[in-house]
């Protein structure tokens, strides 16, 4: 069965820089989420998004900005990266409809350096 | 707000030994429970889904309760093996807004 599929894998960046993680949820599925690891962390409720609109808002950055695509897909972008933003950055992937409608499936995480 | 706690931080035990991770919730109004494995930098596998009107799921070696009056959950590991050490989260979706929240979880080392 199709997963959720994140990408890149991993990616280093210096300070300041810019980064952009892409999320593609599983087919049909409606709604995407992020979430954030920190070393040690327990995963962070960033932002998620419901037929292409915002649907809730966690404790995501003012530096963070994310959308959802017309084919569902998700980009988180991270710009003026500071060295705390160093961390596992999940998507997770629902739908509303359904048997098991609204549970979570989480990709295998894009890891963020930054130098 | 949602807040999960998970006791113990940590725990040791011996191969073969069953044991029990606990997990708790301070707001009752939950959509469903997952529990998932996670191992060191890796992604986060789920293991157990309950939702907010099942008391238990089981597969394998695991079972996990959930008691959301109290809010509550437990996941019973059976006989542990080795290669069971890993990171375990508790996380519950809240009624209405589905993302989750997560504990901080329980660190296993199985020892052989």
């Known amino acids: 069965a199709a997963g959720v599929i994140q990408s890149p894998r991993h990616l280093i960046k210096e300070k300041r820089e810019t980064a952009t993680l892409k999320c593609y949820p599983i087919?049909?599925?409606?709604?995407v989420y992020w979430y954030q690891q920190g070393p040690g962390q327990d995963p962070q409720f960033l932002i998620s998004?419901?037929?292409?609109?915002?649907?809730d808002k966690g404790s995501i950055p003012d530096r963070f900005s994310a959308q959802q695509f017309s084919d569902y897909h998700s980009e988180l972008n991270m710009s003026s990266l500071e060295l705390g933003d160093s961390a596992l950055y999940f998507c997770?992937?629902?739908?509303?409809?359904?048997?098991?409608?609204?549970?979570?499936?989480f990709g295998a995480g894009s890891r963020l350096t930054v130098l | 707000k949602q807040e999960v706690t998970q006791i113990p931080a940590a725990l040791s035990v011996p191969e073969g030994e069953n044991l029990v991770l606990n997990c708790s919730f301070t707001?009752?109004?939950?959509?469903?429970l997952q529990w998932f494995r996670q191992d060191p930098g890796k992604g986060l596998t789920s293991l157990l889904l309950?939702?907010?009107?099942?008391r238990e799921q089981t597969s394998g070696r695991l079972n996990a309760s959930l008691d959301k009056s109290s809010g509550r959950s437990t996941l019973y590991i059976a006989a542990s093996q080795p290669g069971d050490s890993a990171t375990y989260l508790c996380?519950?979706?809240?009624?209405?807004?589905?993302?989750?929240?997560f504990g901080k979880g329980t660190k296993l080392s199985v020892i052989p």
């Open positions: 997770a992937s629902s739908s509303s409809q359904g048997t098991g409608a609204n549970v979570l499936t």
């Open positions: 087919p049909r599925h409606d709604t």
């Open positions: 998004f419901y037929e292409k609109m915002q649907s």
């Open positions: 707001d009752s109004a939950i959509y469903n």
């Open positions: 309950i939702q907010s009107s099942q």
């Open positions: 996380a519950v979706s809240g009624a209405g807004s589905y993302q989750l929240t």
